[in-house]
C-alpha cells in the first residue's frame, strides 16, 4: 500500500529527508497501518508513544493476536515500533503477550 503525498507533512530539510513537522499523531498513525500490514493482527489502540533522540519514535500497539469466546479470553499483544523521521517503519517487536481478562501482566 503506497503512502498518498498528502498522508504526510512537509518541510524540513528536504536535501536531508528530514522531516521536522513528525507529529505524534503522524507517529502513532503510520505505527499502526504499517505494523497492521505486517503482521496481519487486528489493532486495538496506541497505548505509549516516546520521541527518540535521533528525530524518530517509538510507538507501543496494542493488537488482538487471537479472538476467544468469550471475549475476556483474546490473547493481546503488546508491540514497539520504530517510526523515523519520514514516517517508515524502522523495527517492531513484541514486547509482551497476555490475556485481556488479566488484571496485571505478570
Known sequence: MDRKPEDRKSGG???SGRNSKMTPAIAAREAVRQLQELSRHEVEGVVGIEK???GGWTVTVEVV???RIPDTADVLAEYAVGIDD???LTTYSRKSRYVRGRTSRE
Open 52 to 54: 527518540g533522540d535521533d
Open 13 to 15: 530539510d528536504q536535501s
Open 86 to 88: 519520514a514516517g517508515d
Open 65 to 67: 493476536e487471537s479472538r
